[in-house]
């Protein structure tokens, strides 16, 4: 009966936003006009940053990162959300699973890191502006870039590889709308206690290191911001800073209240909106907050859009002297 009863599971069902199917189509509008949005919006910013020589700085280096971690996040949940809509077998393997969620732990984590560097950066910037260029070299950024990814791959591998512990013989229903590693660790039948702990170890020491950063980071730019002398000077970076930490404050606070409590077994009310935040909204928020109400974006952009319309006045010009 022992090894009857931990006969793993090898597929699951996706039960999240199935309690009103008269809302599926409306849902499926949302979800995608925010997917669009959110990979055009990402996508343009890397493409923008890329070819534009003035944007090759550390600040722009670190913000068309996070662009393609939020790309990546979104593409990681989306597009399977949006399938389920319409799908009557809602079914995901356990592979598919631990597929999904190590990517999109590799993605978060290395969000977290890159936020913590964009803190560290702006504050170089604000606060010791003479010394910017040696303090943020190109090969500490580099090195900052290259090992967010590192961290995201290996907090990743190390809660995938404690999943092959569990066993899986009760329910097969995920309550959410994609394949997190809580909801498994609900349905196994083996104690998930040693991965309960790793993962509060892991993510609470990875979370508290970002957020003590950029915390400490935006402190810091503060006190500088209320001694400057320009109130033009102290409006303009006070509202540049809280529109960040307004973005920094939505993800951090969702994947705390995730991943970071106590009674993390406890299945609650407010884990899939909690979800929603910090995998579907703030990536589709962050290139409009990072880029509309940054001045040098919006000059390059300008110049390109300028560029277009010369040159489409140029060859009507031509075709009408022809």
């Known amino acids: 009966m022992a090894e009857e009863n931990h006969t793993m599971k090898t597929e699951f069902i996706l039960t999240g936003f199935t309690d009103h199917p008269e809302l599926k189509i409306f849902l499926f509008v949302v979800f995608f006009a925010t997917y669009l949005i959110t ?9 923008l940053i890329s070819k534009e020589h003035r944007l090759h700085t550390p600040m722009y280096t670190f913000l068309g990162n996070l662009a393609l971690v939020d790309a990546c996040c979104a593409s990681a949940i989306t597009p399977k959300l949006l ?7 809602r079914m995901v393997s356990l592979y598919e699973c631990m597929a ?4 999109l732990c590799t993605v978060e984590t290395a969000d977290c890191f890159l936020l913590a560097a964009m803190a560290y950066d702006r504050y170089v910037a604000i606060c010791s502006p003479l010394q910017y260029h040696t303090m943020m070299s190109k090969k500490l950024c580099i090195q900052m870039t290259t090992g967010a990814y590192i961290a995201g791959n290996l907090h ?19 309550n959410h709308f994609y394949c997190d590693i809580l909801p498994l660790y609900r349905l196994s039948c083996v104690d998930p206690y040693i991965n309960e702990l790793v993962l509060f170890i892991f993510s609470g020491s990875i979370q508290v290191f970002t957020i003590g950063s950029v915390l400490i980071s935006y402190l810091y730019i503060l006190f500088t911001i209320f001694k400057m002398k320009s109130k033009e000077g102290r409006v303009k970076a006070f509202s540049t800073c809280s529109s960040h930490f307004l973005s920094v404050s939505l993800f951090y606070g969702s994947l705390f ?7 993390l077994l406890e299945e609650g009310d407010k884990d899939i909106p909690a979800a929603i ?7 589709l928020l962050n290139p409009f907050i990072y880029s509309l109400r940054n001045k040098e974006v919006i000059s390059v952009l300008r110049n390109i859009l300028k560029k277009k319309k010369s040159q489409g006045s140029l060859k009507k010009m031509t075709s009408t002297v022809a």
């Open 83 to 89: 399938g389920n809509f319409f799908s009557e077998n």
């Open 100 to 103: 999904q969620f190590y990517f």
């Open 156 to 174: 990743s591998m190390i809660h995938v590889g404690l999943l092959f512990r569990l066993a899986f013989c009760e329910s097969n229903r995920i």
């Open 277 to 283: 935040l910090f995998t579907i909204v703030v990536p």
């Open 39 to 47: 990979i055009v919006g990402n996508l343009g910013l890397m493409i």
């Open 257 to 263: 209240f995730m991943y970071i409590r106590p009674n």
